[in-house]
Nanobody
Framework: QGQLVESGGGLVQSGGSLRLSCAAS????????TGWFRQVPGKEREMVSCIHSDDGRTDYADFVEGRFTMSRDNQKNMVYLAMNGLKREDTAIYYC??????????????WGQGTQVTVSS
């Protein structure tokens, strides 16, 4: 059984930066579309970013506006989300997710437990 474990969340002031990490075991991230989602209690879960394993491109949600950068380390079997220029509206639980396919579409296979990001004004 594969497992994803996120880390790096925390409390940061508006305009600050955080770097989230996701460590995978039992699943090879380079073989799956791998992304970050976020969710605020009471709201719909939304995609933040995703790396397509088939062609290597990375998609970002419109609200990212160039502030976040997702990367993958195949040797360590980890993905990262560097977040700069954080805003209060970025406050959410961030989840690392893998897709069945090598692209970032369709069914997901694994979700991490999530890491809380809180941005204060």
């Amino acid at each position: 059984q594969g497992q994803l474990v996120e880390s790096g969340g925390g409390l940061v002031q508006s305009g600050g930066s955080l770097r989230l990490s996701c460590a995978a075991s039992g699943i090879t991230l380079a073989s799956h579309g791998t992304g970050w989602f976020r969710q605020v209690p009471g709201k719909e879960r939304e995609m933040v970013s995703c790396i397509h394993s088939d062609d290597g491109r990375t998609d970002y949600a419109d609200f990212v506006e160039g502030r976040f950068t997702m990367s993958r380390d195949n040797q360590k079997n980890m993905v990262y989300l560097a977040m700069n220029g954080l805003k209060r509206e970025d406050t959410a639980i961030y989840y690392c997710v893998t897709h069945v396919a090598s692209s970032c579409i369709g069914l997901t296979t694994h979700w991490g437990q999530g890491t809380q990001v809180t941005v204060s004004s």
